[in-house]
């Protein structure tokens, strides 16, 4: 992983929903689902992505690839062919992009169509990035399923027929099938028992090694992260309040919402604090979010300022000079 | 075994692997799933019987000219309303033509009436709904107006108005069932497309860039095409009588094609339908029957393709 070689760069990435509401179908409102992101993912990592449900995770990974378009702000891929804002692109422009970046998903269950075999389901991309014979794309689903340690004659078999890893392991191929350079992988092993989760988690790193991959890697689950992600960015209503090494997150935790996440883990190791810090309240909702900072109502430090100003995200010394918090009562930023 | 292993020095992780691929394929269920979509359809007996009728009164109706011993047409002034015998099955009507073969031939353009107008709805009602609702925004409001228009337009009104415009013929017939029939279809697959739509497969092929129209009719039809079938019986089932109720009426197809609304147009005559009553019971006996024989399959069809039922 080379440091300063992004190969996305978000800035200030907004979605809002508008909400209809009666016969008329007025807005009424909006679900800032991610309100103002600035991310860089650089080439090679693996980013995690963390945060309670709801907090705009998975509608991050879907701007990203465009699958929900930002409302404002810029994606920009960085590739061989230089700089392209994904965000300004149409349809046709994007063909070229699809290639580059791909999505796991989390549902087993609703990520496969229930009336295709394997092979239907798999082949279609290959065929729209000209794979002409159906030889050719038998020959390369087959590939991909043995690279997810399935058989091969798994690619005539329904979805139904298999289980939920299975399932997982055969969504993984398909991200994989038109060589991405980029997956995001939106909660790909949430669903999953917990000795499944690891194999598919421990494949997961053996492909990202064997083709150079980079991971956006989404998931609810601070344990899972720890010893798998480079960096870790934290979410919570939209917004990214906490940025750094993996390592420095666990050992140099700053805003207070990352530390109560981090509490909640059930840990086995004595020398970190184990005591449990409980998050009073819910999420508050992304429809009327909290002034000043979003975490205000539930934090235990809450001072008045942090009902009025919203924080931005700074950057502070940590071990790498590199870890960027959203919070007032953070001391000693280093100044940009 | 596998060029993966080939390509890679096998691990641990591997063999653990290949541990957790034997037990699931020893779990695996050999079931094949068109096999499952058929062995419950045919353990639902209604449905099976339903099928069956349905079969048999298609089967005679398209085999009619061997199977009548009488021209459905030509009067024979010698047997007038005559009751059933061994020469007329169903006796005879008041022109003295054979009703046992206007039975028949009438099954022929009833069920092209029924069957027809049920499919050209179907066709017309998949096109649009399954597109629209797929994509949705401006097109998707547009063709939801449009429905709206065509299903609050009183189709008995709709029928004086076209008859008086065109004349009553069986293309207009089956022309103003489409009309007034396509709405039904296109709101069941539009909203069926709407639940599918957000489903992560779906998400996937978008992410691939694959177009709208390839998505939403190759990929998602599949999986609206049970509610389709069911729909697709039942309003064939509605059609024909409604083919019958206005024939009935006089309105439907012209009187001089036998059909079996237009057979029991002759009931219409109270001395008919006190004293003649082969005329109007057979037939009416066979378009419920045949009504019933495809609600029950139009029913056996939506338990067998209903993923929530287990079978
Ligand atoms: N298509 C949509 N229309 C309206 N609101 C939406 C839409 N998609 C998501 N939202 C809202 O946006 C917010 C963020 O949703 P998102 O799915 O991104 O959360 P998440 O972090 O992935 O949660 P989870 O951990 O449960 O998957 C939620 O409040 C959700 O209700
Ligand atoms: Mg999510």
């Known amino acids: ?336 | 075994m596998t060029d993966a292993t080939v390509t890679r020095p096998r691990t641990r992780r591997d063999a653990q692997f290949d541990r957790i691929r034997d037990r699931e394929a020893k779990l695996a269920g050999t079931t094949q799933r068109k096999g499952r979509f058929l062995s419950k359809f045919l353990n639902n007996r209604l449905a099976v019987i339903g099928f069956a009728i349905f079969a048999v009164i298609c089967l005679m109706s398209l085999f009619a000219p061997l199977i009548a011993q009488h021209d459905p047409m030509s009067p024979n002034l010698r047997a007038i309303a005559k009751p059933p015998s061994a020469e007329h099955w169903f006796g005879t009507d008041k022109t003295g033509r054979d009703i046992f073969a206007r039975v028949l031939y009438g099954g022929r353009v009833s069920i092209l009436v029924g069957l027809g107008s049920a499919l050209l709805s179907a066709l017309i009602g998949v096109i649009i709904g399954v597109y629209s609702g797929y994509v949705g925004g401006w097109l998707d409001w547009i063709a939801m107006r449009i429905s709206e228009i065509f299903m609050s337009f009183p189709q008995i009104i709709l029928v004086l108005l076209l008859v008086a415009i065109l004349g009553q013929s069986l293309v207009n017939l089956i022309v103003i069932f489409t009309l007034t029939g396509w709405g039904g279809i296109y709101r069941m697959a539009r909203a069926r497309m709407l639940s599918i739509r957000e489903e992560e497969y779906v998400q996937a092929l978008r992410s691939f860039g694959l177009g709208p129209a390839r998505i939403a009719y190759k990929h998602m039809l599949p999986n609206a095409l049970g509610p389709i079938m069911v729909n697709i019986t039942l309003s064939t089932a509605a059609f024909i009588l409604q083919e019958a109720g206005l024939s009935f009426l006089g309105l439907g197809v012209p009187l001089s094609i036998p059909t079996w609304g237009n057979i029991l147009n002759a009931a219409q005559d109270l001395r008919v339908l006190e004293q003649n009553w082969w005329i109007w019971l057979p037939v009416g006996a066979t378009i419920s029957l045949f009504v019933l024989s495809v609600n029950f399959i139009g029913d056996g069809l939506r338990d067998a393709t209903d993923p929530s039922q287990q079978g």
Do not use: W
């Open chain 1, 1 to 336: 992983m080379q440091p300063n070689d992004p190969i996305l760069t978000l800035r200030d990435v907004q979605v809002h929903f508008p909400i209809k509401s009666g016969i008329l179908k007025r807005t009424s409102g909006h679900v800032r689902a991610v309100d103002g992101v600035d991310l860089d993912v650089y080439r090679g990592e693996v980013l995690g992505l963390v945060g309670e449900s709801g907090c705009g995770k998975t509608t991050l990974g879907k701007a990203i690839l465009q699958l929900v378009r930002a409302t404002n702000g810029t994606v920009t891929y960085q590739g061989d062919g230089g700089e392209t804002e994904l965000t300004t692109l149409d349809d046709a422009g994007l063909f070229a992009f699809r290639k580059r970046l791909q999505i796991v998903f989390q549902d087993p269950h609703s990520s496969l169509n229930p009336a295709f075999t394997i092979f239907g389901s798999l082949e279609d991309p290959l065929r729209h990035y000209g794979v002409k014979t159906r030889k050719e794309r038998r020959k390369i689903v087959g590939d991909l399923l043995e690279a997810v340690n399935m058989r091969r004659e798994s690619m005539d078999r329904y979805p139904h027929e298999f289980s939920g890893g299975q399932r997982q392991r055969i969504g993984i191929a398909r991200a994989l099938s038109i060589q991405p350079e980029l997956v995001v992988c939106d909660e790909a092993v949430s669903a999953l028992d917990v000795s499944i989760q690891a194999q598919v988690l421990q494949l997961l790193m053996d492909l990202k090694r064997e083709k150079n991959l980079t991971y956006v890697f989404i998931t609810h689950d601070l344990s899972v992260t720890e010893f798998l992600c480079d960096r870790i960015a934290v979410m919570y209503l939209g917004k990214i309040v906490e940025l750094c090494d993996a390592e420095e997150l666990y050992s140099n935790t700053l805003h207070p919402y990352t530390e109560a996440l981090l509490s909640a883990i059930p840990v086995a190791d004595l020398d970190r604090k184990s005591q449990r810090i409980v998050l009073e309240g819910d999420v508050p909702s992304p429809v009327n979010p909290p002034s000043g900072c979003p975490f205000h109502p539930r934090c235990r430090y809450a001072q008045p300022v942090c009902r009025t100003d919203v924080p931005q995200l700074r950057r502070y010394r940590g071990k790498s000079g590199q870890h960027l918090a959203a919070c007032h009562l953070i001391d000693h930023p280093l100044a940009d």
